[in-house]
């Protein structure tokens, strides 16, 4: 487990063995997400969409597609009825 500290403005230098490991580099973009069990999860975002599928499935519900996905996400942010 590695640990970091928050600075007064918020930030945090991300160990360098999880940017190896993630292969972050400068400029490189990085995502939170929290799942359905409340972890926060480090998503870099050069990662293809892709390979983030079924990341926070929840057991019991039909995976849907990417296609499906975007559809339903483009119809909730025409609508604004999330």
Known sequence: MKSATITSKGQVTI???I?????LEIGSKIDFVIDENGTVKII???VSVT???GMLRR???AAAT???DMELA???GACDCT
Request: no cysteine; hydrophobic share 35%.
């Open 59 to 61: 057991p019991g519900l």
């Open 44 to 46: 870099p975002l050069t």
């Open 66 to 68: 990417i296609e499906e």
């Open 19 to 23: 940017r190896d490991y993630l292969k």
């Open 74 to 76: 483009i119809a909730q």
């Open 15 to 17: 160990p360098k063995e």
């Open 51 to 53: 390979a983030l599928s």
